[in-house]
């Protein structure tokens, strides 16, 4: 709201100084700084009122050191980073942007599942939640929404390449207006390989011609498949203190710079990517995301003041996952959020081995001491700290080598 009211001061009555909101630098600083104090100074007034209500986690017994003592501490923290993300979006963005009203929906969309979630587990007692079938139909939703969107909507477009006249023209004029014409395109970036770009619709180009048409068929279910992995692994790694919100908070930093140089044109030239118009943007967002994932971590480091619970964890997922696919770099995600994969294949890995040997011996076995990973760790006697550090430091290194992959190929 901020930018259209300095952007009239500028326009209009031509105060100096008021062009400054034009800059996505510089709103992003100011979004990052205010959900960082909002977080941090506010965040203590939710973590109160949430006490006061009595919305504490129960514990399950799962026999790890310290567990029982997080008995009762207050739960729903993810309204903190929900409400400290929102609020500087609103004010710093431009909020009709489409890939911002995307974000918007998606912050608000799997933040209202994950509140379910939690309500049903806090009031009604159902240490279960919301069932999984329902939680899988909102993130569906969710993805035919995302994917509709970006493929259907004109103002979605990219260019593929474009020339140095291009860059110049940038330099010497306030529009790229006569430059080659942005087209609507499936088109995604393959990490590590040098001409790295691959169409979804060619999948389809067995079919003859005028296939590009039918390219949603392909697009939009691999929407929905992302959202809802992501979304999951998210879930599965907010299991200790500070886990999810610290190893998000790094791949959300790593989303921003691909965000910054995909949506201007200078950097995308010289870089050799995909410029994607309108969606440097999602920067501002990106800050407003990363200091509220911050400022949460002042409450949410051991020992936990709040947990984040589904209405966080959710939240989170969702966001990375449509930042990716906006900024097409959705197949990065494995390396990115290799935190979040590794978590995900633990789970999936220990269930499947676990069913098998009992149908085959019996007796059902194990790979991990437990699963998620983390807690494979914590059986294993390791403190929460030393585990949720080390997983940061993985997380940075898998972020670095996906920053790099904008030169590497």
């Known amino acids: 709201m901020l930018y259209y009211l300095f952007e009239y001061l ?95 929906v998606t912050t608000l969309w799997m933040g209202t599942i994950g509140f379910i979630d939690d309500y049903i587990k806090i009031f009604k007692k159902d240490k279960q939640g919301l069932k999984g079938i329902f939680k899988v139909f909102g993130q569906v939703g969710l993805g035919l929404i ?134 440097g943007e999602m920067t501002v967002f990106i800050a407003a995301f990363v200091g509220a994932l911050i400022g949460f971590l002042w409450y949410n480091s051991f020992p936990a003041s709040v947990f984040m619970g589904d209405t966080g964890s959710l939240t989170i997922g969702g966001i990375i996952a449509v930042l990716a696919i906006a900024v097409r770099k959705e197949l990065l995600i494995p390396l990115l959020c290799g935190i979040f994969l590794v978590e995900n294949l633990s789970v999936v890995m220990q269930v499947g081995f676990f069913k098998y040997t009992k149908k085959r011996f019996g007796e059902g076995r194990r790979i991990f001491l437990m699963a998620p990973l983390h807690h494979h760790y914590q059986k294993k006697g390791y403190h929460e700290s030393k585990i949720v550090t080390r997983f940061w430091i993985v997380a940075i290194m898998l972020a670095i080598l996906s920053i790099v992959t904008l030169k590497l190929r």
Do not use: C, H
């Open 10 to 104: 500028n326009k209009v009555l031509n105060i100096p100084g008021t062009g400054v909101f034009q800059y996505i630098t510089f709103r992003s600083a100011l979004a990052f700084m205010l959900s960082l104090l909002l977080s941090t100074i506010y965040g203590k007034r939710i973590i109160t009122f949430l006490r006061n209500q009595q919305i504490g986690e129960t514990v399950r017994e799962l026999g790890l050191a310290g567990q029982n003592e997080k008995a009762g501490t207050p739960t729903m923290g993810g309204l903190i980073i929900i409400i400290a993300t929102l609020i500087p979006v609103m004010l710093f963005a431009r909020l009709q942007n489409v890939y911002i009203l995307l974000l918007i």
């Open 146 to 279: 995302v994917g509709s969107v970006l493929y259907f909507n004109p103002v979605v477009t990219v260019r593929t390449s474009a020339s140095n006249s291009d860059v110049n023209r940038v330099l010497t004029e306030t529009t790229i207006s006569q430059g080659p014409i942005e087209v609507k395109s499936t088109a995604t970036t393959i990490p590590f390989f040098k001409n790295n770009e691959f169409d979804y619709a060619k999948v389809l180009a067995w079919t003859g011609e005028g296939y590009e048409k039918w390219a949603w068929l392909i697009f939009i279910p691999v929407v929905i498949f992302i959202i809802t992995a992501v979304s999951n692994g998210a879930n599965l790694t907010d299991g200790i203190d500070g886990l999810a919100a610290g190893t998000s908070a790094i791949s959300v930093l790593a989303l921003g710079i691909f965000t910054f140089v995909s949506g201007n044109i200078i950097f995308s030239t010289y870089l050799n990517i995909m410029y994607i118009p309108n969606s």
